[in-house]
């Protein structure tokens, strides 16, 4: 099949993911595991499998390929998402988020609240999901706002900007370590990469939320009522977080941010020791084991386990029903990443990955741009981060592995994706809905602050990946 013909199917299956999601309120699973079966019949996959022979190798066929594809990405995503939520829920019910937006503030003093939270949610994005970890904060947001009489967007603003900053390039978040596994990233890599960018986009959500703050905003009724009933009642919030008992203590900052870094430091270790020692050796393959990130995320998940569960007086059943609550909401999001990922072998076993990879060289499109403007574009047009990164992983996988990329510019161009899912966040985005109406912003008031800051932070990590692209590239790395 020519080249323009697999460049326009796929672009129609994109069109029709798009419609189905959007106009037709599909769900994403549903709409990515049926537009893939469409592509595929369109692009001549075979109905069964045929087996390789002397002169052409193995064919898959549509259903053997979409299998293939999910359980080629659900099995390095699956774990990493199910061990980093139960993670997360555990410092959430054991009341450590407050812990941690505690002592930033008495880090940096009364007078830089703002900062002091924008600070703690980076650092408590990493291990638990955007929305939710969002949700834990609104208490902590409305009473620091309520403390200072100002508006809760203040402090809320920023805070939600670098927690899905930090969803959508940090791994074990879902679309991350996805698009990692569909173009062959090395999640190590991009976890050194990420936290720097990350950090400095804390500086620039602090500040553009200050600039996007300098007007007031009238609060939504029903967020006002809330707002003005918080700290009246013992449920506060009505965020509906669980809470802990009145006899319970938090646990230490210092506990949670251990338990948050454990696991990137494991991983650091086994990144190191695959550049520094050589292959085959024994220290190396010690190294790579103790930076796997499913053992990582287990070894802080055992220290969650302990520190917050038993040594505080959590009974072994409590914290198995904890660890468990966490994982029915994830469902989804793994059933959306398996999707994604055979969305995209149905792109590659067609051939649409090779025409683009061909299509590309001979235009000398920059294939950084390119990555982030795609995923761009996806992210405004059907609002999940993690649908456009999948996506786009999959338009690129055969460029990338054509191209002969070293690890590290795989995983900038893993970042360079992530980012181009950040920026545009409108009403199709469940985020959008949850940010706005937790701090009492109208639609219109949410396009002109939420959706501008989140793209903001998008160009801007871009343009600090860009830079990295650059170094990396005239170093050989």
Do not use: C
């Not at 672009?11 to 592509?39: C, D, E, N, P, T």
């Not at 940090?170 to 698009?179: E, N, Q, R, T, Y």
């Not at 569960?309 to 793994?334: D, F």
């Amino acid at each position: 099949m020519s080249t323009p013909v697999l460049l326009a199917i796929a672009a129609g299956g994109i069109a029709l993911l798009l419609l189905l999601i959007i106009r037709f309120k599909v769900q994403a699973f549903v709409a990515l595991i049926l537009v893939s079966i469409i592509v595929g019949l369109a692009a001549g996959l075979p109905l069964e499998t045929i087996p390789a022979t002397e002169t052409e190798p193995e064919t898959l066929g549509i259903i053997p390929a979409i299998i293939s594809g999910v359980g080629g990405t659900l099995g390095s995503v699956a774990v990493l998402v199910a061990l980093g939520a139960m993670l997360g829920r555990i410092i959430e019910i054991s009341g450590g988020a407050s812990s941690l937006a505690g002592r930033f503030t008495g880090l940096l003093g009364p007078k830089r609240v703002s900062a002091a939270l924008t600070g703690a949610a980076l650092v408590l994005a990493i291990p638990v999901f955007f929305d939710v970890g969002f949700i834990i904060l609104v208490p902590i947001i409305y009473g620091f706002s309520k403390a200072a009489g100002l508006n809760p967007v203040k402090f809320g603003l920023p805070v939600a900007g670098i927690m899905l900053a930090v969803h959508v390039v940090v791994p074990p978040h879902p679309g991350i370590v996805g698009g990692a596994a569909i173009l062959g990233a090395d999640i190590g890599w991009i976890t050194a990469l990420s936290m720097p960018i990350v950090i400095i986009l804390g500086f620039l959500a602090q500040y553009s939320g200050r600039f996007l703050n300098r007007r007031e905003f009238e609060m939504l009724p029903a967020t006002a009522d809330t707002f003005r009933a918080f700290g009246e009642t013992e449920s506060g919030s009505g965020s509906g977080t669980a809470t802990l008992s009145k006899t319970e203590a938090p646990p230490s900052a210092g506990t949670v941010l251990t338990l948050i870094l454990a696991p990137l430091a494991l991983i650091m270790v086994g990144t190191v020791g695959a550049t520094v020692f050589e292959e085959g050796t024994g220290i190396r393959a010690v190294t790579s084991f103790i930076g796997a990130p499913i053992f990582a995320l287990l070894v802080a998940l055992a220290m969650a386990f302990f520190l917050l569960g038993v040594r505080r007086g959590w009974t072994l059943s409590h914290i198995g029903e904890v660890m468990e609550s966490a994982l029915p909401p994830i469902a989804i999001v793994v059933l959306v990443t398996g999707g994604g990922g055979a969305f995209a072998k149905i792109l590659t076993t067609s051939g649409v990955g090779d025409a683009l990879a061909d299509t590309l060289t001979a235009t000398g499109l920059p294939v950084l741009a390119l990555a982030f403007v795609v995923s761009a574009v996806l992210r405004l047009a059907q609002g999940s981060a993690t649908v456009a990164i999948l996506t786009t992983s999959g338009l690129l996988a055969a460029t990338v592995a054509e191209a002969g990329y070293s690890e590290v510019q795989v995983a900038v161009l893993a970042l360079a994706i992530g980012f181009g899912s950040l920026g545009f966040s409108h009403v199709n985005d469940s985020g959008f809905w949850v940010v706005t109406r937790y701090l009492g912003l109208s639609v219109a008031d949410g396009l002109r602050t939420w959706t501008v800051l989140t793209t903001v932070l998008g160009l801007a990590g871009f343009l600090l990946t860009s830079i990295v692209w650059f170094i990396v590239s005239a170093v050989g790395g």
